[in-house]
């Protein structure tokens, strides 16, 4: 039986969820991470897809984006495939990285969509990262800034205009 067909129309909010297969790691350190976070920028600004927030954990990771005219598949190959393919030399592997399709639930723009970043942002945050002085409001912004500044370097690096919004 085939797949049903996604939902997706230019301009669609969804909720984007990849998984590691059989539950293994897709982000090994912060080159891994690094990469991912690049590439999401990089194709987000070739394809006119807008960031809204992303959480990358060991092996899975979320994004809420807004699709542009390719669509949200076109956007999703391009990134996971150069992904996989990027992990996969530099880690001296072969054969599938993701598990199954990505998973992508539209969202509404209200009030939900507040909801969807602040899960996203929480995500990964646990108490063990805390510092002695911090609460976990403090973590949280501490985190933000600290990939504020991944963006403003990708930035300017790859000198492309990207819509990533925190």
Not at 72 to 87: C, D, I, N, P
Request: glycine residues 4%; proline residues 4%.
């Amino acid at each position: 039986m085939p797949r049903r067909a996604r939902l997706d129309a230019e301009g669609a909010i969804h909720h984007v969820i990849v998984r590691g297969i059989e539950q293994r790691r897709i982000f090994d350190d912060d080159g891994d991470r690094g990469n991912f976070v690049s590439r999401l920028a990089t194709v987000a600004a070739e394809t006119d897809t807008t960031i809204y927030a992303w959480a990358l954990l060991p092996n899975h990771a979320h994004a809420l984006v807004r699709s542009g005219p390719l669509g949200l598949s076109k956007y999703m190959r391009r990134l996971l495939t150069g992904h996989a393919v990027y992990y996969n030399r530099r880690h001296e592997r072969t054969g599938y990285l993701f598990q199954n399709r990505y998973k992508s639930l539209l969202c509404e723009e209200e009030p939900y969509f507040r909801e969807l970043i602040r899960y996203i942002h929480l995500n990964p945050v646990s108490y063990t990262h805390l510092r002695a002085h911090e609460t976990p409001e403090h973590l949280v912004c501490r985190l933000l800034l600290e990939k504020k500044k991944t963006i403003n370097h990708i930035s300017k690096r790859k000198k492309c205009n990207n819509k990533i919004i925190l």
